[in-house]
């Protein structure tokens, strides 16, 4: 038993110490023990076991402030590398990622039909070409990590997807361990846009955040006290399915007046698709540059119903932070504008003026990001654990 309790207790103080690396580096031992409390020859013992596992090395020194200057320790950033994909209702864009998160490669398909049978091809392929350009290091491929627009059980089964034609007897994390031989990971979509603009992005500094993932549908990533929130199954944050007319028009959900029927970038270029005005997102963009009377009308509208959406989510919720992804709200203020005074017109002050409400920092790489880190945290844990 007293064994047992020293590995455990080794384990814990190298998990400090790590931690503490990765954060801060460069640092020097003594400024770790200062740090952790921990006692110098501790210090010394686990910081020479990082170094012989790769996680860390030793680079010139560092000030002095008095005597010897102090060796400088640093996270080896290249010690593995993560793949994160994020399938799309119509793409796929995948990345290749360090341990710190910084995107080495990149990569993006646009899809001919939303139907996994029909892309699970393109998807092995992306993975396998991203593979390929690994650079060479101690530890290569460390994980997988797949999102995707629709619900994950806490199993990491993909159980609906309302816009994607989706087998769901596919057992995709299993299908991929099994070809790529590395722990697999998948999560919703906007889950992982929330835990990627936490750790890399927009939130760093926040502990409550939102993130609001619109496109075809609407979906929510909730992280509450640094963690992503998933609800008892994993579902929770479908609020893009919330009712906003209760005798309005029928979701592929199976409800009727869905939030995301009316505030969607689907929903949006349906309106100006009926009369052949625009074909996609971008035209969209450039006739509001032009000052189209009738395009600045509908985005006004479709920011009008973002914020009656967000106002049940603010008051639900009482985040520290809203974060907003979407291209056409990124490339257009006035759209944000018009978020702003839905809400404050629904709000008490006292709710409307406590939290920030923020576009996303990561933009289409937000998702994928957070998959990385997921990945990352997994493969720096199975060293501490």
């Not at 994909?85 to 864009?93: L, P, Q, W």
């Not at 059980?153 to 299993?174: C, H």
């Not at 979701?251 to 007046?257: A, I, P, Q, T």
């Amino acid at each position: 038993m007293m064994i047992a309790d020293q590995i455990l207790v080794k384990k814990m103080n190298q998990k400090v110490l790590l931690n503490e690396i990765v954060s801060n580096s460069p640092i020097s031992r003594a400024r770790l023990s200062e740090i952790t409390g921990l006692n110098k020859s501790t210090v010394s013992s686990q910081v020479n076991t990082l170094i012989e596992k790769k996680l860390i090395f030793e680079i010139g020194q560092g000030q002095s402030s008095g005597g010897r200057k102090p060796v400088m320790l640093v996270f080896n950033k290249n010690a593995g590398y993560s793949i994160s994909i994020d399938i799309g209702v119509d793409s796929i864009n995948g990345i290749l990622t360090d341990l710190k998160g910084n995107i080495v490669v990149d990569q993006y398909h646009r899809l001919e039909k939303p139907s996994l049978d029909n892309n699970k091809d393109i998807l092995f392929s992306m993975i396998k070409e991203l593979s390929s350009q690994i650079p060479e290091s101690p530890y290569g491929l460390i994980g997988i990590g797949v999102c995707v627009p629709g619900l994950v059980s806490t199993e990491q089964k993909v159980i609906f997807t309302p816009n994607i034609d989706w087998n769901y007897q596919l057992d995709l994390k299993a299908d991929i361990e099994k070809e790529f031989q590395v722990p697999v990971f998948i999560e919703n979509e906007a889950n992982a846009g929330a835990y990627g603009e936490k750790v890399f992005g927009a939130a760093k500094n926040y502990e409550n955040l939102i993130y609001v993932s619109v496109g075809t549908g609407i979906g929510i990533g909730i992280v509450i006290n640094h963690d992503i929130y998933r609800g008892v199954n994993g579902f929770a944050g479908e609020m893009g399915h919330l009712t906003i007319d209760y005798n309005g028009l029928k979701c592929s959900c199976g409800n009727k007046g869905c939030w995301e029927l009316y505030a969607s970038e689907k929903a949006l270029l349906h309106t100006f698709q009926q009369n052949n005005r625009v074909t996609s997102s971008q035209e969209l963009i450039n006739l509001a540059n032009q000052n189209d009377p009738d395009i600045l009308m509908g985005l006004q509208n479709f920011g009008f119903y973002l914020g009656i959406g967000l106002t049940s989510i603010i008051n639900t919720f009482n985040p520290q932070v809203v974060i907003i992804r979407n291209d056409i709200v990124e490339a257009l203020p006035m759209v944000m504008n018009s978020i702003r005074n839905s809400i404050s017109s629904r709000n008490n002050d006292q709710f409307s003026n406590n939290q920030e409400l923020f576009l996303s920092s990561l933009g289409k790489n937000a998702p994928a990001l957070g998959t990385s880190s997921i990945v990352i945290e997994h493969f720096l844990e199975m060293f501490t654990a």
